[in-house]
């Protein structure tokens, strides 16, 4: 008997990096076996900021390899594209007419989007988390796995909830969060956080022969600028990220030698190229093997649609009963 629902959604950005991994693939894979997962590629919400427009499609195959690749498992979960359920867009407009847009408008993740493209302030840009909630409401999902920065979505989510039991009587649960616990996974400036845009990202598809070369780019340790200056391993980022990759004894003694400087930061790179590479190996080989059956993943996609779209037409069913307008 499994504990309850899960919904999750994530934009199509492609090919996925160690950081997304780490931070949430990883998270929708363990939760498969407690939950019913629902996972969906949101190219509707990708549609607020039009970046990569053209390449929607494109991404949400390339996003899906990964996620299969790493064990999202379409036989235990539902895995669609956000658009070919359009029942989430009945339920967006009818939450809108419930919102106060004052309420949408102090969002801090608004404000932060129109300060960045403040040529193209539209109004589903306003309305991106209506339509979030009505994601997560559509399922009954009650366990929403997110970063913080979605906490302020989950919040105005649970409080759509809340409005509309209050106005039309009970009809959903109050989704709860559940905050992926991964550490913060900077990227190979170790500046910030890893991401594809900054181009600071070790993608998990990469080739290992590529996956040593970015990471024999990144940065270590400021402080140590020759060879015989000792190491700081605490605010080294190549250490931080050993600790994902390689074992604590061994991780144990290279901090040991960099502090005492008895290993340079190219040999610590290169044993952490090559783990990185190790722990990939058989990702990239489903991956491949994944991407060689032609169809397969429309496949995978329209039996996800088809299985989100019968739990979305009997929700929407009764959103409209208790609406009135039926
Ligand atoms: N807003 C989320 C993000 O940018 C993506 C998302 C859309 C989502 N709908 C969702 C996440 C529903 C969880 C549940 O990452």
């Avoid at 931070?23 to 190219?43: F, M, S």
């Avoid at 996974?185 to 590529?210: R, T, W």
């Avoid at 060879?227 to 901090?255: E, K, M, W, Y």
Wanted: charged share 25%; glycine share 6%; hydrophobic share 40%.
């Amino acid at each position: 008997m499994k504990k309850g629902r899960v919904f999750s959604g994530a934009r199509p950005t492609g090919r996925q990096h160690i950081g997304n991994y780490l931070g949430a693939i990883k998270n929708y894979v363990a939760l498969q076996d407690d939950y019913d997962c629902i996972y969906c590629v949101v190219d509707v919400h990708a549609l607020t900021t039009m970046e990569d427009v053209g390449e929607i499609r494109e991404n949400t195959r390339e996003m899906m390899l990964d996620w299969l690749a790493a064990g999202l498992d379409p036989e235990r979960s539902i895995i669609f594209v956000q658009s070919r359920v359009p029942e989430v867009l009945e339920l967006y407009t009818f939450f809108s007419m419930i919102t106060p847009l004052g309420r949408l408008l102090r969002i801090p993740t608004f404000k932060e989007k129109a300060r960045m493209q403040p040529d193209n302030v539209n109004y589903g840009l306003v309305g991106y988390p209506v339509l979030m909630a009505a994601d997560i409401l559509l399922y009954k999902a009650e366990v929403v796995p997110v970063g913080e920065d979605q906490a302020f979505h989950l919040e105005f989510a649970r409080e759509t909830a809340r409005r509309f039991n209050l106005l039309f009587g009970q009809t959903f649960p109050e989704p709860q969060i559940r905050l992926t616990t991964a550490p913060l996974i900077l990227g190979l400036n170790g500046v910030n956080k890893m991401s594809k845009s900054l181009d600071n990202d070790i993608e998990l598809a990469a080739s290992p022969e590529q996956t040593m070369e970015r990471v024999m780019t990144a940065f270590t340790d400021p402080a140590r600028r020759y060879l015989s200056d000792p190491g700081h391993p605490d605010v080294c980022n190549i250490n931080h990220l050993h600790q994902f990759f390689t074992d604590s004894a061994d991780r144990s003694a290279i901090q040991e030698a960099c502090r005492k400087a008895e290993i340079g930061c190219v040999e610590c790179k290169r044993i952490l190229g090559s783990n990185i590479n190790k722990a990939l190996e058989d990702f990239r080989e489903k991956r491949a093997e994944i991407a060689a059956k032609s169809g397969y993943i429309d496949e995978v996609l329209a039996d996800g649609a088809s299985r989100a779209e019968a739990i979305a037409k009997e929700t929407i069913f009764e959103v409209k009963q208790n609406m009135g307008l039926i």
